[in-house]
T-cell receptor, first 110, second 116 residues
Framework: AQSVTQPDIHITVSEGASLELRCNYSYGATPYLFWYVQSPGQGLQLLLK??????LVQGIKGFEAEFKRSQSSFNLRKPSVHWSDAAEYFC????????FGTGTRLQVFP | GAGVSQSPSNKVTEKGKDVELRCDPI?????LYWYRQSLGQGLEFLIY????????KSGLPSDRFSAERTGGSVSTLTIQRTQQEDSAVYLC??????????????FGQGTRLTVV
């Protein structure tokens, strides 16, 4: 069965610093991959997705993610974090259904 | 509608009572998902409907939980004999397609269930 692992439960960065959130998946083939963000009191919003093609995908709010088949990873990156990026980030994989990781809570210090 | 709609937004119920949570997906979306998000936890998959196929119920935590989807549109998640550990936010999502023709899912705002 497919699974998604987000090894970092909580990450703290300073505003303006770079960010990388890790995501690893377990599945025999290449699944569809997603990153969602959940801001406090808000619903889940899709940041970006990978279906096929270019392994570096661009998303909203300046985020990007890179699919690495050899590492079964789909890490989310942002070169310069803003205070408004503080939120919970979820990686998800879709094969026959959509499965989420446990999330990474991002805290941003001024 | 413009988005996925869930009702009620908040529900407080007494332990042992039954509750029904409703989800109106985006019109035309064939796939519908229910998830549970407990405090500080990720999104726990509960059940998945895809078109006219039998639903994938593999995530339902106990036989107290059930869901149906009428006419391929509205879905109701029912929790019987609620327990305090059922307290969580229940999220519904829909997508145009599911399974191997997957398209992105859109989420509702959720129903916050509190069992007292």
């Amino acid at each position: 069965a497919q699974s998604v692992t987000q090894p970092d439960i909580h990450i703290t960065v300073s505003e303006g610093a770079s960010l990388e959130l890790r995501c690893n998946y377990s599945y025999g083939a290449t699944p569809y991959l997603f990153w969602y963000v959940q801001s406090p009191g808000q619903g889940l919003q899709l940041l970006l997705k990978y279906f096929s093609g270019d392994t570096l995908v661009q998303g909203i709010k300046g985020f990007e993610a890179e699919f690495k088949r050899s590492q079964s990873s789909f890490n989310l990156r942002k070169p310069s974090v803003h205070w408004s990026d503080a939120a919970e980030y979820f990686c998800a994989v879709a094969t026959d259904k959509l499965i989420f990781g446990t999330g990474t809570r991002l805290q941003v210090f001024p | 509608g413009a988005g996925v709609s869930q009702s009620p937004s908040n529900k407080v119920t007494e332990k042992g009572k039954d509750v029904e949570l409703r989800c109106d997906p985006i019109s035309g979306h064939t796939a519908l998902y229910w998830y549970r998000q407990s405090l500080g936890q990720g999104l726990e998959f509960l059940i998945y409907f895809q078109g006219n196929s039998a639903p994938d119920k593999s995530g339902l935590p106990s036989d107290r939980f059930s869901a149906e989807r009428t006419g391929g549109s509205v879905s109701t998640l029912t929790i019987q004999r609620t327990q305090q550990e059922d307290s969580a936010v229940y999220l519904c999502a829909s997508s145009l397609n599911g399974g191997w023709s997957y398209t992105e899912a859109f989420f509702g705002q959720g129903t916050r269930l509190t069992v007292v």
